[in-house]
């Protein structure tokens, strides 16, 4: 296994072809080919799925996140061998929507001032983050899972509360006698992924899904809110003035939701990793619920 077959194997995968890692490597797309061929040969099973996008295998995950450690490596190596200190380092993260429109923005506040690294975000919901982590896409990643991947550590960054909020005259129009008509009231959910409505709802026996429109997006869901389409589960940190005489009432004061967040990295002796876990925590230490306000 040579550390050339691996930068190739990094080069597809973010690329997303054969033909793309070619260009970022400076060498023909039969190169690519004729290094990807030598990496299976090695470990005697195939890497990366052949599609549009490429893809990596099970097998390919694993030498994918060996890859990206030994770049990070190598990049802090030569940063402290006085070389190529003008160079930035790609640090890529997987964050959830709602952390990036919120909490997490001090994290990007304290990134641009790093000369040395540049950000590279995935977007993805917390429940399914950890997933980019097994694959080697990312090198840190905000879920809700406690359970360390193999290879990575864990440490809980505290909760983010989400409250159920309509407009009062979705909320008007849905009131009866017997109180809110949650099975007839229409609901807004994220994305196919998002269950935090429909938890709600099945706790108030409500087992059939009322009309529901998707909006896969933090803010766009927040105006569709504002907008009457449906009622919807938001963030306490992004409501703000929503709920002060705003435009936004709260449906029921005990339908909250805490989804607690954690940050795992992978177990890397790196400054730069050090350095953005230290900014997630700060952030998370400053905008979270801790356990003693959770509930």
Not at 91 to 96: E, L, R
Not at 114 to 141: F, Y
Not at 235 to 242: C, H, M, V
Request: aromatic share 4%.
């Amino acid at each position: 296994m040579h550390f050339e077959h691996l930068r190739a194997l990094t080069a597809i995968i973010d690329e997303g072809t054969f033909e793309a890692a070619a260009d970022l490597l400076g060498i023909s797309p039969s190169a690519v080919s004729q290094r990807i061929k030598a990496l299976e040969t090695s470990v005697g099973q195939v890497v990366v799925r052949r599609g549009t996008p490429c893809t990596p295998t099970e097998a390919g995950a694993v030498l994918l996140r060996t890859a990206r450690q030994v770049q990070a490596l190598e990049a802090e190596t030569w940063h402290a061998l006085g070389h190529g200190s003008s160079s930035r380092t790609v640090t890529p993260v997987a964050v959830n929507a709602d952390s990036l429109a919120t909490w997490f923005v001090p994290v990007l506040a304290e990134a641009a001032g790093w000369a040395d690294a540049t950000l590279d975000l995935h977007v993805e919901d917390q429940d399914h983050s950890s997933r980019l982590l097994r694959r080697g896409d990312v090198l840190g990643a905000v879920t809700a899972d406690p359970a360390p991947v193999n290879g990575c550590r864990v440490e809980r960054l505290g909760s983010m509360r989400y409250l159920p909020v309509a407009t009062p005259e979705l909320r008007r129009r849905f009131t009866t006698e017997g109180g809110l008509d949650w099975a007839g009231m229409p609901v807004l959910r994220f994305n196919a992924k998002d269950d935090l409505q429909h938890q709600v709802l099945r706790a108030r026996g409500v087992e059939q899904s009322p009309p529901t429109h998707t909006v896969p997006s933090s803010e766009g869901f927040l105006a569709a809110v504002r907008a009457g389409l449906g009622w919807g589960m938001l963030p306490e940190l992004q409501l703000g003035a929503d709920l002060v005489g705003g435009p936004l009432v709260v449906l029921e004061d005990q339908a909250h939701r805490d989804v607690v967040l954690h940050w795992q990295t992978w177990t890397l002796d790196s400054e730069r990793l050090a350095r953005i876990t230290a900014a997630v925590r700060r952030a998370g230490r400053q905008h979270l619920r801790s356990t003693r306000q959770d509930g």
